[in-house]
């Protein structure tokens, strides 16, 4: 039985059109809003489903409800809904962040004391997302797709046959809106498929909700920084507790580290290194072999 020493919210599928928006804690502090919880109503409705509904995406809900079957959950089950969050620390003024281990995007605007979380769909194993900074140098509405060569011989390769461009509308991948970044042949766009926004499915582009990408596309201007990282740990403050956010590590980073956790150590300690709080480290253990993504109390 898992238990959160966190506030909740029980709300059944409220209709969330938008990415998530909150005020900035106040200094010091990097914990953010509240997990909920709701219910499985009918059996049409899958973790894609209700996903979509609170604008999370897919494998953060899975994370955050395991033994749950995510194609046919029973009727009455009670979910998780994981809207609590650390802020990462690249999240600066005019920034958007791309935590790929979370499969999140974070965005900061340069006026005020907003900012919006954002679930989002990334690159696939041997089509990996990459990581680095960057910024937004273009933006398109309606934008045809031209299909890059690799991946236009990768989908000859398992019997697509079509055009190379494909041109706006319902079958265009890339959907409605698209932010074209400096330094990568990667953007950052809509979708036709909601079901794929948190998870792994793109040739390396970061996809978002058709709503999401919308707003995100009319807040961002030119010029705003893209900062790409792919931290499956994060560590920070809310008064005087100190939280750990685990995410199951992407198939490559788990192969890499196996059953070592010095990078959520690290994460702990330069989090705590001005503060000298006493950790408990077998909880700290617990948690990030857990990877329920709902950020817990370590202090």
């Known amino acids: 039985m898992r238990t959160f020493f966190i506030s909740i919210a029980i709300l059944i599928f409220p209709a969330i059109s938008y990415g998530l928006t909150f005020n900035l804690p106040k200094p010091g502090d990097a914990l953010i809003g509240e997990y909920q919880t709701a219910q499985v ?5 899958n973790l894609s489903d209700i996903a979509e509904k609170f604008d999370i995406g897919y494998y953060e809900l899975y994370e955050a409800n395991p033994g749950v079957n995510p194609d046919d959950p029973p009727v009455g089950t009670i979910l998780v809904v994981p809207t609590q969050y650390i802020l990462p ?7 958007i962040v791309i935590n790929l281990a979370e499969m999140r995007l974070y965005y900061r605007p340069k ?17 990996e997302t990459p990581i680095g900074t960057t910024t937004v140098v273009e933006k398109i509405k309606d934008p045809k797709w031209v299909i890059p060569e690799s991946v236009y011989r990768f989908r000859k390769s398992i019997g697509i046959k079509g055009p190379r461009v494909i041109p706006a509308g319902p079958d265009n991948p890339l959907g409605k809106y698209k932010l074209r970044l400096a330094t990568t042949a990667y953007l950052i766009h809509g979708t036709n498929l909601p079901d794929m926004v948190g998870r792994r499915g793109t040739a390396g582009c970061i996809r978002l909700y058709e709503k999401d990408i919308e707003q995100l596309y009319n807040l961002v201007d030119i010029g705003t920084r893209v900062v790409t990282i792919n931290k499956p740990y994060k560590a920070g403050w809310s008064g005087k507790k100190l939280y750990l956010e685990a995410h199951m590590p992407l198939f490559e980073q788990r192969l890499e580290m196996g059953e070592n956790l010095k990078s959520v150590f690290d994460v702990i300690t330069a989090a705590n290194k001005n503060r000298g709080t006493i950790v408990d480290w077998v909880k700290v253990a617990k ?9 817990r109390a370590i202090n």
């Open 41 to 45: 109503s009918s059996n049409e409705e």
């Open 287 to 295: 948690i990030a072999r857990e990877h329920l993504v709902i950020p």
């Open 89 to 95: 620390l690249e999240l600066k003024w005019n920034t």
């Open 111 to 127: 006026h005020g004391n907003k900012f919006y979380i954002f679930p989002i769909g990334i690159g696939k194993e041997d089509w």
